[in-house]
């Protein structure tokens, strides 16, 4: 009986060790899989990093003048500049727009860490608010869209 105890021993550590190393190699291979995807992500979190870091970053307000007009100001406060700069509001491009003044051109350019400027005249048929729609071309690669509603001052 003893030769049997010792032979069914070997036989359950033989098993034991098959399913211990196959089990090791399964973790292992789940470790790298685990390991590659990390890399990707970190991967794509740079390629986002210097995406963004080639991005102009526009943002638009109303300000008042003196003489009882608003002037719309855009600002990048990206490191890149804004390239085919259109402005779209209430559905109109802006210099289609009743508040726009006609001759007044929109810049189409927006350097980076800068603002411009662009007059909107008040009357009973154009007051606020404005829904606008700012879309442009920077070296990110992409096309940029940035949305708000401009409110009176």
Same mark, same amino acid.
């Given at each position: %009986? $003893? *030769?049997?105890? %010792?032979?069914?021993?070997? +036989?359950?550590?033989?098993? =034991?060790?098959?399913?211990?190393?196959?089990?090791?190699?399964?973790?292992?291979?789940?470790?790298?899989?685990?390991?590659?995807?990390?890399?990707? !992500?970190?991967?794509?979190?740079?390629? /986002?990093? &210097?995406?963004?870091?080639?991005?102009?970053?526009?943002?638009? *307000?109303?300000?008042?003048?003196?003489? +009882?007009?608003?002037? =719309?100001?855009?600002?990048?406060?990206?490191?890149?500049?804004?390239?085919?700069?259109?402005?779209?509001?209430?559905?109109?491009?802006?210099?289609?727009?009743?508040?726009?003044?006609?001759?007044?051109?929109?810049?189409?350019? !927006?350097?980076?860490?800068?603002?411009? $400027?662009? =007059?909107?005249?008040?009357?009973?048929?154009?007051?606020?608010?404005?829904?606008?729609?700012?879309?442009? *071309? /920077?070296?990110?690669?992409?096309?940029? &869209?940035?949305?708000?509603? &401009?409110?009176?001052?």
């Amino acid at each position: %009986m $003893s *030769d049997a105890a %010792m032979w069914i021993g070997i +036989g359950v550590t033989g098993v =034991l060790s098959i399913v211990a190393l196959y089990n090791s190699r399964k973790a292992h291979r789940e470790a790298i899989a685990l390991q590659k995807r990390l890399v990707e !992500i970190e991967q794509q979190r740079e390629t /986002d990093r &210097l995406r963004q870091a080639k991005a102009a970053k526009l943002r638009a *307000d109303l300000r008042p003048t003196p003489q +009882g007009c608003d002037r =719309l100001y855009i600002f990048n406060s990206g490191d890149c500049e804004a390239r085919n700069v259109t402005a779209v509001m209430d559905g109109k491009p802006i210099t289609e727009h009743p508040a726009s003044p006609r001759g007044e051109e929109f810049p189409e350019l !927006i350097g980076p860490d800068s603002e411009v $400027s662009y =007059l909107l005249a008040w009357s009973r048929k154009t007051n606020p608010p404005y829904e606008l729609e700012i879309t442009w *071309d /920077d070296d990110s690669g992409n096309q940029r &869209l940035y949305r708000t509603t &401009l409110t009176s001052p």
